[in-house]
């Protein structure tokens, strides 16, 4: 059994067409195939679809709670393949067109995808991703600023 | 009472003006006046000041920035540091081991400062160096930020906290500081800005020269800063009288401007500072003299400073 | 045509990346083959939208962008306990305490809406909010093609962030479909806004004068490129500036091997372009400058259609 997650537009569910921004996709469908079938389908709002910023990251971590094991994408940077890398989240490349999450599960099921190693898009940075220039956050090296936990 | 350091930021909003030019004679014209100078270049992703003076990089020290390091040992997998990560450079998945995403956390050490069982170690990653360097018997600072790294404020600040730890131990070691900013007018040039007495923006006659000249002098008066301008280029087509004329309409005052000079650019290109004692240049050339007079009335204007808050206080 | 998407920089600035950015514009413009796209994003600086004004005034959209997140302190959940400043809780040096009021004050430039004094706090008195940090400008301009722009607000220490933002909503702009070239004017230096122009381009230009630093600063921003596995070629301008360092520079652009696009030499109609706010093809097209530009222009189709 393998729990596919697709990047889906509105609310998602087998009909809604596959969303190629990973991280910034309005829902997840979530669908278990088993011995070649469509079994079961679930569908979660994606909570990183307007973050600030590390919108891949906050989605990998949705597909991770929800125990899948592959994910089916459009585009995917940098970060969100690294984090759905080291979740063993195995990645396939949906084809590039208007397509609905139905259909490219059975394109998995049929072995059509190819398998994908890593990001295919350069960081965007997403809407929000690179911050400013950020002051602080230095370190006086060994030592750093010393300061009580009193959490 | 031994007077502080006076603290000069050469900046000009857009590229290319002639920012380290002036910022790098300016420091040899005060040196050659007997003064004792330090040269800060604070464009950090582009430090050139060494190039204009043949200098070399040395003594270099690392920038450090905050990165989390999780202690797989004290971790209890509860995830309170992604859920609190406002960047989600914390990757958490129920049941397992957060990990660290370097490229989008802020440094903010939220996680550290929360986690329950100290299970977050503050470790450090390099995204620069500052150089301290010494050439014609002047002291050169250096911040450079490393290619890929974006956090090229925090580069800045290292080098103002270098100044800000002198000024506290050695406040009488320099009479003049001079800082030369990156382009544009976001938070490095800012923090150059904001630790001025004196602030001179490098320009040339040009509208885009004029754009962005306007939207430095925005910044500037934000901060509260006394600034006089720099024309450079200024026999560029003729522009000059039509560009002063503007300026002063505008109320902008300025310091002097430099003309187009073979001698300018081939002293930039050989790295010996046109004004420079030890140098060969053309004393008689109209590149020289606009370097003196600018000299002259930036010391006029420092003075009148000086006078002013004496009255004052 | 496969849509590309280009950008010109070259780590120092003021070495003609807004001059190249609108000659080549103009020349996208009239090839029959290409439907551009124009972009500035030296946000802290956006200089393109002088050379490439509006057709009409009143076609110039503005959206306000608030890619900026800010603490505010609210006051009447203060206990006075001055935990914030006593354990730190700031990293970006944004919190001081306010004497006279027994209350900390929020140092506006310096906060970076990271979020840790409103997590911190055991009051719940810090709450982030987003605030202006720029605005997106965008409309048809008088040579044809659409322009985009952001330009930050003072202050907003955002501009990577907005950078993206824009390259977001030029995206969205009606007829982005059937736009086949995105051209984009890159700002100066390596940092956040260079990374953020250049990531997921196609290809970038980057452009150098014959000089120490404008050596120095173009082998870092390659430097950049070249991380993010994107091709490019180097324009030289000014190539025929009369200097001791040529001999030095071309040797060292020779041995590493990287793809020359093309020398503009040095030539009066540039400036004389720029101060009449014309491309210089436009202005001057028989100009040695504007002839080398056309062959760099004719290269580049080459280089994204053909070899990529």
């Known amino acids: 059994m393998v729990i596919v997650a697709v990047p889906s537009?509105?609310?998602?569910?087998?009909?809604?067409?596959?969303?190629?921004?990973?991280?910034?996709?309005?829902?997840?469908?979530?669908?278990?195939?088993?011995?070649?079938?469509?079994?079961?389908?679930?569908t979660l709002p994606n909570a990183a679809s307007d973050a600030m910023g590390g919108a891949g990251i906050q989605a990998a971590q949705t597909l991770g709670n929800n125990n899948a094991t592959v994910a089916i994408v459009g585009n995917l940077g940098p970060n969100a393949a690294q984090a759905l890398g080291s979740l063993n989240i195995k990645l396939y490349q949906a084809p590039n067109q208007q397509i609905t999450v139905k259909d490219v599960v059975q394109e998995y099921i049929d072995g059509n995808l190819q398998e994908l190693s890593g990001a295919n898009v350069g960081s965007h940075f997403g809407m929000g991703g690179g911050f400013g220039r950020g002051r602080g956050g230095a370190g006086g090296g060994g030592g750093g600023r010393g300061r009580g936990r009193n959490l | 009472m031994p007077e502080k350091a006076k603290i000069i930021t050469v900046t000009g909003g857009k590229g290319g003006t002639g920012k380290t030019l002036v910022a790098v004679n300016l420091a040899t014209m005060f040196k050659n006046a007997g003064k004792r100078v330090l040269l800060i270049d604070g464009d950090v992703e582009n430090p050139n000041t060494y190039l204009l003076m043949n200098g070399e990089l040395e003594n270099k020290?690392?920038?450090?920035?905050?990165?989390?390091?999780?202690?797989?040992?004290?971790?209890?997998?509860?995830?309170?540091c992604s859920k609190n990560c406002?960047?989600?450079?914390?990757?958490?998945?129920?049941?397992?081991?957060?990990?660290?995403?370097?490229?989008?956390c802020s440094g903010c050490k939220l996680c550290y400062k929360i986690c329950p069982e100290e299970a977050i170690k503050e470790d450090y990653k390099t995204i620069g160096w500052t150089y301290e360097t010494k050439k014609n018997n002047m002291d050169l600072w250096i911040g450079e930020l490393k290619p890929s790294e974006a956090r090229s404020a925090a580069v800045v600040e290292a080098l103002l906290?270098?100044?800000?730890?002198?000024?506290?131990?050695?406040?009488q070691k320099y009479d003049i500081i001079v800082l030369d900013t990156a382009p544009g007018a976001h938070c490095d040039v800012e923090l150059l800005l904001e630790s001025a007495d004196l602030i001179v923006p490098?320009?040339?006659?040009?509208?885009?020269?004029?754009?962005?000249?306007?939207?430095?002098?925005?910044?500037?008066?934000?901060?509260?800063?006394?600034?006089?301008?720099?024309?450079n280029r200024s026999s560029l087509l003729g522009f000059k009288e039509k560009f002063l004329e503007e300026l002063e309409r505008k109320d902008i005052e300025i310091l002097g401007d430099i003309p187009l000079d073979d001698e300018i650019v081939q002293s930039y290109c050989q790295g010996d500072p046109l004004m420079d004692e030890n140098s060969n240049f053309n004393k008689e050339g109209e590149g020289y003299k606009s370097f003196i007079t600018i000299f002259e009335n930036l010391n006029k204007w420092i003075r009148e400073k000086k006078t002013a808050s004496m009255e004052g206080a | 045509m496969q849509k590309k998407q280009i950008g010109i920089i070259s780590g120092k600035g003021g070495v003609g990346k807004t001059s190249l950015t609108a000659s080549l514009a103009s020349l996208a413009n009239n090839d029959p083959e290409i439907s551009p796209i124009i972009m500035d994003c030296d946000v802290d600086a956006?200089?393109?939208?002088?050379?490439?004004?509006?057709?009409?005034?009143?076609?110039?959209?503005?959206?306000?962008?608030?890619?900026?997140?800010?603490?505010?302190?609210?006051?009447?959940?203060?206990?006075?306990?001055?935990?914030?400043?006593?354990?730190?809780?700031c990293e970006f040096n944004a919190l001081e305490w306010d004497q006279n009021n027994k209350i900390p004050k929020i140092k506006y430039l310096a906060c970076e809406g990271c979020g840790a004094c409103q997590v911190l706090c055991l009051e719940h008195a810090f709450e982030i909010n987003p605030v202006k940090s720029g605005e997106?400008?965008?409309?048809?301009?008088?040579?044809?093609?659409?322009?985009?722009?952001?330009?930050?607000?003072?202050?907003?220490t955002t501009s990577g962030k907005l950078v993206s933002e824009s390259k977001e909503f030029a995206k969205n702009l009606e007829g982005f479909e059937e736009n086949d070239l995105i051209i984009i004017d890159g700002p100066p230096g390596i940092g956040c806004p260079v990374i953020a122009t250049v990531s997921g381009l196609d290809y970038v230009i980057t452009i150098c004068e014959p000089t120490p630093s404008g050596l120095h600063d173009v082998i870092r921003a390659i430097d950049v490129v070249q991380q993010f596995k994107i091709p490019f070629g180097i324009v030289i301008n000014k190539s025929d500036l009369k200097s001791s360092f040529q001999e030095e520079f071309n040797t060292f652009i020779d041995e590493t091997g990287y793809e020359v696009l093309g020398r503009i030499p040095f030539d009066l109609s540039i400036a004389q372009a720029m101060s009449h706010a014309e491309p210089v093809v436009d202005y001057a097209p028989e100009s040695k400058a504007s002839q080398a530009i056309q062959e760099i222009y004719i290269k580049l189709k080459d280089q994204i259609w053909n070899h990529n």
Request: hydrophobic fraction near 35%.
């Open chain 2, 161 to 171: 906290d270098n100044l800000k730890e002198l000024l506290e131990k050695e406040p």
């Open chain 2, 86 to 104: 406002a960047t989600h450079a914390l990757l958490h998945v129920d049941g397992q081991y957060p990990i660290p995403f370097l490229t989008v």
């Open chain 3, 136 to 156: 997106i400008i965008s409309y048809k301009t008088k040579k044809g093609p659409n322009l985009v722009y952001g330009k930050t607000q003072l202050g907003s």
């Open chain 1, 9 to 42: 537009g509105g609310n998602g569910g087998l009909t809604s067409i596959l969303n190629p921004r990973f991280g910034r996709c309005e829902s997840f469908t979530f669908v278990t195939v088993e011995d070649g079938e469509i079994k079961q389908v679930k």
């Open chain 2, 61 to 80: 020290a690392p920038v450090y920035f905050f990165k989390p390091s999780i202690i797989e040992t004290k971790c209890s997998k509860c995830g309170l």
């Open chain 3, 46 to 89: 956006p200089n393109l939208a002088l050379i490439l004004p509006a057709e009409n005034e009143k076609s110039i959209r503005t959206k306000d962008t608030y890619t900026t997140l800010k603490a505010t302190f609210l006051e009447e959940k203060c206990i006075h306990c001055r935990n914030c400043i006593e354990e730190n809780y």
């Open chain 2, 202 to 231: 490098v320009t040339e006659p040009t509208k885009f020269g004029k754009l962005d000249l306007l939207r430095i002098i925005e910044l500037i008066e934000l901060l509260g800063k006394p600034y006089k301008a720099i024309i």
